[in-house]
């Protein structure tokens, strides 16, 4: 049967046919896989962007605290390489707050120094400028979260509009853009740490409410920005964390002790109602940080030219506020560690002096002319110094009953 195939021409043109398209399509595949000369390269132009890309997270081997879920449980000071203030929490400053020592491994081996000692960091990093370029810089927001701190507040007093400060003003298009930014970054390193929307710059409650309606207002728009960046999100500033800042003779007015004088308290209570939260249902910590609580002592009522008063106001300031912030479950850190120096004078407002020793409780008496008895736990604990001071009502100690008449005589 095969030879007669072959014998009819019809048949033989179809196999001629059906052979050479073979090694045609042989040729080709071989023309394709096995090209005589090497690919080109082409590496393309990249384009510039203000953004660079997100850090990777190093790993690390020291052993880093839990994230503090509890908001009662974070009180602190603001830190002082040097000084142990005995506290469970300290606020630092990033290079981009003016102290330009603090990155890179030096941030790193001082905020693992303090998880060592069983104290966690809060870590403010400042808005650089209105430079886009600066602000939002990813290399400087890495560098920060390189450090692992436990909280970090992103932004600092952003909403001010003191000419003398203009710098830290930021429209809220420009500083949501940065929150932004610096949130993902710090949770590209550690998971659901807080970070706290910026700071609001420091306001007397029963006097400026129409600025304190005007943070909410700043507020309001940093939400509207935040909602264009992720529109399925639903971003409200309502369910975030805010910075405080308080500075104000908390505890003293007219020349003598008066607990009515409570600024902080007042905050508190418009803000609870802001956030839309009962003031004594031990909510409100998860939305408001004191990040700054301070005693005031010049332009605000305090005679800035008797040290006796100063002292006065001073230590109960620290006193009001420690109470006011516990009694309401908000985390507090208080302001400053060491008095400093500024604008050609000097700030009495730390709990230690500009060298790092420890202040008495009365700052214009000698050291151990004054001693206060807390009882904590049962036993009586004497306090000489305002670090002991600090450090003991952060612990639940209580004041002796007759403490004002102490610290007043």
Known sequence: MMRNIFKKPITIVFLVLVVCSIALAFMAYRFTAEPAHPPVQVTPTPTPTAILPFPSATP??????????????VLGIEGSRGV????????VPYATCGTQVNKGTYLQKLVEDYHKQKVRVLLTVCQTSNDDKKLYDTRLLGDAARSLPDAVQCGNEQMKNDPSVAFLHLEP?????????????????????PTLLGSLDPQVARFDVQNLYGQVAYLDEVQAEMQKLHPKSNWQWRQQAVGLIDSWHNGWSNGQYNPDENNLRDQFAFWAQQFGVDINSGKLGQHLWVVEGTACFKGCGVNENDPSEIAKAHIFGLIVDVQTAMQYKVP??????RDFFDQGIIWPIGVADPQGKAKPLRQDLAPGSMTLELTCGGK??????QIQLLSQLYKGCSLPGNYVNILVS
């Open 60 to 73: 690390k081997t020291n052993i880093l605290p839990p994230v503090e879920n509890n908001p009662a449980k």
């Open 84 to 91: 142990n203030f005995q506290v469970p929490w300290v606020r």
């Open 173 to 193: 298009a420009k500083f949501a853009r940065f929150y932004d930014l610096c949130e993902r970054t710090m949770h590209s390193f550690r998971k659901g740490i």
């Open 332 to 337: 507090f850190f208080y302001f400053s560690g």
């Open 380 to 385: 009586k604990t004497p306090v000489r110094d």
